[in-house]
C-alpha cells in the first residue's frame, strides 16, 4: 500500500500556542492549572495536559478561587471574562489571536451602527465566544437556507463574519445569500476562515486527486477535522475521520492501492504515526509527504510566560 501524506497537516500556530500555554503555566505556577473547555479539540492533546496536571472544566464556577485559569483556543464571551475578574482568577488567555482579530471586527462593525451576522456551526465554542464578545445581538446563520428565512429588513446595515475553521465553499455560497438578500452589507475582505483551515482543505483537495481513500486524524467535534471530511466526500474519494490508529478499519481499504493521510489542526503528528502504524499491521507500507505549502506562522505567547523564552510557542505533544 502506498500512503501519501497531505501538507500542510496537522497542528496550526493558534493550537501550537494554547498547549504552550497550559505547558509553561504548569512549569511556571505548578500543578493545578484550570482550563476552560478543551484546550483543543483533540482527546490525545487534553489527556497528555491531564496528565501533567491540567484540570479540565467547562464553567468557571468548578475553578476554585485563586486558580491558575486558561481560557481555550476558542475564545469565551465577555462575561466569562467578567466573571473570572470579579473573582480575581489570574488568567491566561489562549484564545488564537485570529479568533481574537474576529471579535475585534465584530466590534467595529456594531461600533458603525451595522447589525451583526456571524456564519458559523450553533453550540462551537468559538461561535458562543464571538456571539458574547460583540456586545451587541448577533445573528448566526448556518447555511444559505438559514439566509433565506432571516427577518431582518433587506435595506438593514448588516456586517457578517464568520468562523475560522469553516468550508471554503460553504462560506462562499452563504455570503452570495446574504449579498443577495440584503442592500447595505459590508464583510471582511478576506473571509474570517483562517490560514491553517484554508491550506489543509486546499491539501486534501490535492491529495484526493492522487488517492483512493482518505483518512482524516482528528477529534469528531473538531470543526476543521470535519470540514477535511467533508471535502473528500465531496470530491467523490472515500473519507474517514479517526481519532486515532485503533479507528481504521481493514475493509476501507479493499481495491485500494493509495492511501491518503491528513490531519485536523487540533491533531498531533503523533497520531499520524499511530496511523500509519495501523496500516503497516495491514501490510508493507510506503510513505511519501506531499509538496504543500510550508507555515511558517507563529504567534507569540502571553508576556507572563515570556520570561525565559524567546516568546514562541512550540509545543509538539
Ligand atoms: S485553526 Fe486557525 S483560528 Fe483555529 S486555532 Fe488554528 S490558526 Fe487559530
Known amino acids: 500500500m502506498r500512503v501519501v501524506l497531505a501538507q500542510p497537516r496537522g497542528f496550526c500556530a493558534g493550537v501550537v500556542r494554547a498547549i504552550d500555554i497550559v505547558e509553561r503555566a504548569l512549569e511556571k505556577y505548578g500543578e493545578p492549572v484550570y482550563v476552560r473547555h478543551e484546550i483543543v479539540h483533540n482527546k490525545h492533546v487534553v489527556d497528555t495536559l491531564k496528565n501533567k496536571g491540567a484540570r479540565f472544566v467547562e464553567e468557571l464556577n468548578e475553578v476554585p478561587d485563586g486558580a491558575v485559569t486558561v481560557f481555550s483556543a476558542h475564545g ?6 467578567k466573571d473570572a475578574q470579579a473573582r480575581g482568577l489570574p488568567v491566561l488567555d489562549a ?20 447589525e451583526l451576522i456571524l456564519i458559523g456551526h450553533a453550540g462551537h465554542p468559538e461561535v458562543e465566544g464571538t456571539m458574547g464578545q460583540v456586545g451587541a445581538p448577533v445573528t448566526l446563520v448556518q447555511s444559505d437556507t ?15 463574519i464568520t468562523q475560522t475553521t469553516l468550508s471554503i465553499d460553504d462560506t462562499k455560497t452563504i455570503i452570495a445569500a446574504l449579498k443577495r438578500r440584503f442592500t447595505d452589507i459590508v464583510g471582511p475582505e478576506t473571509t474570517d476562515i483562517c490560514y491553517a483551515t484554508q491550506n489543509r482543505q486546499t491539501a486534501v483537495r490535492e491529495l484526493s486527486k492522487l488517492v ?33 490508529g485503533s479507528e481504521v478499519e481493514p475493509d476501507w481499504f479493499n481495491g485500494a492501492e493509495t492511501v491518503g493521510i491528513t490531519a485536523g489542526a487540533s491533531a498531533p503528528e503523533v497520531l499520524v504515526e499511530d496511523v500509519i502504524d495501523a496500516l503497516r499491521r495491514l501490510g508493507p507500507v510506503e510513505v511519501s509527504e506531499l509538496t504543500g505549502r510550508q507555515e511558517t ?3 507569540r505567547l502571553p508576556p507572563e510566560l515570556t520570561d525565559s523564552t524567546a516568546g514562541r510557542a512550540t509545543a509538539k505533544v
Open 212 to 244: 483512493d481513500v482518505i483518512l482524516v486524524v482528528g477529534a469528531k467535534n473538531s470543526s476543521n477535522s470535519n470540514r477535511l471530511r467533508e471535502i473528500g466526500h465531496e470530491v467523490g474519494t472515500p473519507c474517514y475521520l479517526i481519532a486515532d
Open 146 to 160: 438559514d439566509v433565506e428565512t432571516l427577518t431582518i429588513p433587506s435595506d438593514t446595515p448588516v456586517a457578517y
Open 297 to 299: 506562522i507563529e504567534f
Open 76 to 81: 469565551v464571551p465577555q462575561a466569562v471574562v
Open 95 to 114: 484564545t488564537c489571536p485570529l479568533v481574537s482579530k474576529v471579535h475585534n471586527q465584530g466590534k467595529r462593525y456594531v461600533a458603525h451602527g451595522r
